[in-house]
């Protein structure tokens, strides 16, 4: 398995907050992701992406949510609990007899959703998972696994300062 595009792979923070409650820690072993304490306050892309998914219902432990996978299918990103999601974004593209092509390419810091309390949701704030693809030879599928997504984040600029849709 060829393993240097995912050494190269990094992204920003998706918003403009602290993280309250990290990857698996010791008090939520089971928590696969970082929580971001912004209340109804603007989500960017972490990464360049095209949109995998998009969930306009409060429904389900996630809430309403969008998921981002890096052009090279290795990485997902995945924004949870959000209270209202940029449509234009979840939209796919259409050839000329108006079919659904290929979903939509987003560069990084582009503003995707305002970060709110759906889902199985304690209070408003982002829920940020970063997963990995795997291959598992034995049952001959793919799969994406949740992994701490802290060794990715980079500094290298605030997402409004990224941001390529004005945030409202």
Known sequence: QDTSSKS????????????TSGFCTRKRPDHKGLDYNIRY????????????????????PEGKY?????????????YYHLAKLNAS????????????TKPKFIPQGTYIAESGNTGESTGPHL?????VCHFYKKLGRIAFEPIDPTPYL???????????????
């Open 41 to 60: 306050g603007s989500v960017f892309a972490a990464h360049d992406g095209i949109v995998r998914a998009c969930r306009f219902t409060n429904t389900g």
């Open 127 to 131: 829920h940020f998972t970063l997963k």
């Open 89 to 100: 974004i979840c939209e796919k593209e259409r050839d000329e007899n108006g079919r659904m």
């Open 66 to 78: 969008i998921i981002l996978e890096t052009e090279d299918g290795q990485y997902q990103t995945h």
């Open 154 to 168: 980079i500094d290298i600029k605030k997402p409004q300062e990224l941001a390529h849709i004005p945030n409202k």
């Open 8 to 19: 190269k792979f990094s992204c920003c923070a998706p918003c403009n907050g602290t993280v």
